[in-house]
């Protein structure tokens, strides 16, 4: 049994609560690329809007949404869109920091997006939603269409995986710790 569709206020001020989240998930499904990311999201709107995808309540509005954004990106890219660079805005934070330290946050920032790149795409979704998004794992399953063990096999992956990288490229070692050593 279909759940009826948000009226169109209740839906354009449901948009309009997660247009942060969704733009920033719609960055990642786009590797990175804001110009990108907001044609998928303006893509996504009208989707909604026009009536072609609907909110059947199946899931909470946010997870469905997320769907919408992330089957929205793969259409896009798949239709041969622009080619998908990774690189991010990669600004230092500014602040009191010494240069030292601003340099220091650079250098683990750019090994954290470079490791997060060599991720497979589920693997870097998963990880996405639930640390950036703050969702759960389930929630996650729901947003990239799969079981719920399967979610927790990519997260589990993807954080294994990453340790991994951060590791061999010499980042998040413990003072005496060895290359190969992981962290717990």
């Not at 990106?73 to 798949?78: G, H, K, V």
């Not at 979704?125 to 794992?137: A, R, Y």
Request: glycine letters at 10%; one cysteine or more; hydrophobic letters at 40%.
């Amino acid at each position: 049994m279909a759940h009826p569709a948000l009226p169109t206020p209740d839906l354009e001020a449901s948009l309009a609560a997660l247009h942060e989240a969704g733009f920033a998930w719609a960055r990642s499904c786009c590797q990175g690329d804001p110009d990108l990311a907001a044609d998928v999201l303006q893509t996504t709107y009208v989707k909604i809007l026009a009536g072609n995808a609907r909110f059947a309540g199946r899931s909470s509005f946010r997870t469905w949404l997320f769907g919408v954004i992330r089957l929205t990106s793969l259409e896009l890219q798949r239709r041969g869109g622009r080619e998908l660079p990774f690189d991010a805005d990669t600004d230092a934070e500014s602040g009191d920091a010494s240069a030292e330290l601003e340099v220091i946050r650079a250098e683990e920032h750019e090994a954290l997006r470079a490791a997060l790149g060599r991720l497979p795409d589920r693997q870097r979704e998963v990880l996405h939603l639930v640390f950036q998004q703050e969702m759960t794992i389930a929630e996650a399953a729901g947003v990239m269409g799969v079981s719920l063990g399967s979610a927790r096999v990519h997260y589990e992956r993807a954080k294994k995986r990453l340790r991994a990288l951060l590791v061999a490229g010499g980042h998040g070692r413990r003072t005496g710790q060895a290359p190969g050593d992981l962290e717990e």
